[in-house]
């Protein structure tokens, strides 16, 4: 996988930064005054040893990033009538210690498609949108890959825990189609993506596009 960079800003009590975010589709990184953080999941973002000393405070030394909002955007292949396309996809993230609260808001063709305000996570909060898109636009991200999924258990995290089988693909298949189960292939999985992340092997998963209640888009405000 190649690193895709998001440019956003960083805002807590202490004011507010331009900053990058960076990720290989699984590993998140971003430097915020100075230091560097990492992690799997946006909620689990810690400080990489050896990084430059905290400047001005970016939470405590050795914990996770938090009490602070997260906001970027990034450019998100869609499929529109079949005809590949390019939106951008906002996403605006505070990061809690209590829990996070996550807003997307998908721009494309003149108009928004939005999830709740306050999603608990990236899986929620793309299914969301994913349903108020038209039935001729549909997303090409992991979340709505035919070769992704998430373990058969409750709980999930903020992100990055949607585990890819695209080293397993007809195997994979055939257990979605009920011919056996996804546990039996869990150990078979490339590794845990992020749900946000699109790569080549992307393929529409089929419960894409089956008549899932959809809302209207919220027209984009124009200058």
């Not at 405070?57 to 990034?74: F, H, I």
């Not at 996570?121 to 890959?145: E, K, N």
């Not at 999924?149 to 693909?169: D, M, Q, V």
């Not at 992340?197 to 529409?204: D, H, I, L, Q």
Request: with cysteine; proline share 4%.
């Amino acid at each position: 996988m190649t690193d895709e960079s998001w440019s956003g800003w960083y805002r807590d009590a202490r004011g507010s930064e331009a900053v990058v975010l960076t990720t290989d589709g699984q590993r998140l990184r971003v430097r915020v005054r100075g230091t560097d953080f990492e992690g799997d999941s946006f909620d689990a973002l810690y400080p990489v040893v050896d990084s430059a000393p905290q400047r001005a405070g970016a939470g405590r030394a050795g914990d996770a990033l938090t009490d602070c909002v997260l906001e970027w955007d990034l450019p998100l292949p869609v499929l529109v009538a079949g005809t590949l396309r390019h939106a951008t996809l906002g996403c605006l993230l505070s990061l809690r210690r209590d829990f996070p609260a996550l807003h997307l808001a998908l721009h494309i063709g003149g108009a928004v498609y939005e999830s709740a305000r306050a999603e608990n996570d990236f899986t929620a909060a793309l299914a969301t949108v994913r349903r108020a898109l038209p039935d001729d636009i549909r997303l090409q991200t992991c979340s709505a890959c035919a070769f992704s999924g998430s373990f058969p258990a409750p709980g999930r995290g903020l992100s990055g825990t949607l585990a890819c089988f695209r080293g397993a693909k007809d195997a994979y298949r055939g257990a979605a189609a009920g011919e056996g189960g996804v546990l039996d292939l869990w150990d078979r999985r490339s590794g845990t993506v992020q749900e946000i992340w699109s790569c080549r092997e992307f393929e529409a998963s089929r419960a894409e596009g089956d008549g899932a209640v959809r809302r209207a888009a919220v027209p984009l405000e124009r200058a």
